[in-house]
């Protein structure tokens, strides 16, 4: 059974829209606490840096507390990396706990048609709440110890050893008539005078990945066997399925390589604090290794993360932690159909919220309105006040203004919220349909 990408992507948006008071209902109190939890967390960052308490006597604004903390961000996780992880724990502690008080009866809404309990204050926590943490971690942290802990430890081995092997010294005779004139030069510097230098260059990187490459072709591999594509036609050609599937992430290897490269080098410079330019004074070699290594995982764990990115949803509507219809949901060409699915929806933010919301709704068009708005109340207190404007216009306009900003992208977050929802409602749907079918 194929995913429909159009019929999932038109159900999650219109339930987004179409149970927006259900889910302001809901989501409410989670949502300004979430608001507070956030700003709380900010002055708390900026106190630590400062090493004295911040407050809003003296940060008055919220978005002047944010602009400081970027701009002194890397000083503070510098000195004082201690107190910042303790408060990034704790505020995604508090976070994720928040989060699912009302993602948890939306799903099941969204899913199973099952009405959230009444009420207009509510902040539930109970089994339903625990399987959506646990289906969010467990897919989060099984990439991570899965995937990413032992890219992390063989980039870290693969440069310390290369690093070492190129920084080994050894005899040179620089004149060849002469056996009593010895230079100390590097391996890598040997091995380029003897124009071998492909050695460290390619030959030692290329083994050092060539694990992690070789599993992301095993994974693809299996994963469009026919077993696995319920249409699949005509005899298997397990041979031509092998080569398709070698040029495919040989190609996408290609490109994350050379994608990742500007990203891998700035890194290593700010680790090392080496010259300015793109890898100025930074080993070609370990360089190399690094990005073979760091394009393999990247591939892995977008396979990972696509597998998994259901189960916090259809953990939920099962009542179970079961895995249930979760790798079924994806199986054969349907991840590359929740891939595009994920990337309209993500699509669809940015261009909603970034350009139409705050870019032109809240910059250029109400900018206009509460200007006309402005002038004429203005006006009318001039003709009751003898010609002089009253004080209480610009303030309560200042306030209107930035009240209508917070509510715009307060409701901004609802309707996000709810199509997140309605798209884990949809694909725990089309997983029991699946299961059904198979």
Not at 252 to 280: D, M, N, W, Y
Not at 333 to 345: C, D, P, T, Y
Not at 387 to 405: C, H, Q, R, S, T
Not at 406 to 419: E, H, Q, T
Request: a positive charge; hydrophobic letters at 55%; charged letters at 10%.
């Amino acid at each position: 059974m194929q995913l429909r990408i159009l019929s999932v992507l038109g159900e999650a948006l219109n339930f987004g829209g179409r149970r927006m008071a259900t889910i302001m209902r809901v989501a409410w109190l989670a949502v300004l606490l979430l608001l507070i939890v956030d700003m709380a967390s900010v002055y708390a960052y900026l106190s630590v840096i400062a090493e004295r308490v911040i407050t809003f006597a003296e940060v008055g604004s919220f978005l002047t507390a944010q602009q400081l903390f970027g701009r002194f961000a890397t000083r503070g996780w510098t000195e004082h990396w201690e107190l910042m992880a303790v408060i990034t724990a704790v505020s995604l502690f508090v976070q994720v706990i928040l989060v699912s008080t009302f993602m948890a009866p939306l799903i099941r809404l969204a899913g199973l048609g099952e009405r959230p309990g009444p009420g207009l204050v509510r902040l539930p926590f109970g089994p339903d709440q625990l399987r959506f943490i646990f289906g969010f971690l467990f897919s989060a942290l099984f990439v991570g110890v899965i995937i990413l802990l032992p890219m992390m430890t063989t980039s870290f081995f693969a440069l310390k050893y290369i690093g070492a092997a190129m920084s080994q010294t050894m005899a040179s005779f620089p004149d060849a008539n002469s056996l009593h004139t010895i230079k100390l030069i590097t391996a890598e510097e040997g091995l380029v005078q003897r124009g071998a230098e492909w050695v460290f260059g390619l030959a030692v990187p290329l083994a050092a990945a060539a694990p992690f490459v070789l599993l992301t072709w095993l994974v693809t591999f299996f994963h469009f066997s026919p077993r696995n594509r319920p249409n699949a036609t005509g005899k298997p050609n397990a041979f031509l399925r092998a080569l398709v599937s070698f040029v495919v992430v040989a190609v996408v290897f290609g490109a994350a390589f050379f994608l990742l490269r500007p990203e891998i080098l700035q890194i290593l410079k700010s680790a090392s604090a080496v010259g300015t330019s793109a890898g100025a004074d930074i080993p070609t070699s370990p360089v190399t290794a690094i990005l073979l290594i760091a394009t393999a995982g990247y591939m892995l764990v977008i396979y990972l993360s696509l597998r998994l990115y259901a189960y916090p949803g259809i953990a939920v509507c099962r009542h179970s932690l079961g895995l249930g219809g979760t790798l079924g949901l994806t199986r054969g060409w349907n991840i590359i159909r929740i891939q595009i699915i994920l990337l309209a929806v993500s699509g669809f933010f940015y261009v909603l919220h970034i350009y139409i919301i705050n870019s032109l709704f809240l910059t250029t068009l109400l900018p206009q309105v509460i200007s006309l708005l402005y002038q004429a109340v203005l006006v009318s207190t001039k003709l009751v006040n003898s010609g002089v404007g009253a004080d209480w216009v610009l303030p309560l306009f200042i306030w209107i203004w930035n009240g209508i900003k917070i509510l715009a992208n307060v409701f901004w977050a609802f309707f996000s919220y709810g199509v997140i929802a309605g798209l884990y409602g949809r694909l725990y749907r089309d997983s029991e349909r699946i299961a059904d079918a198979a």
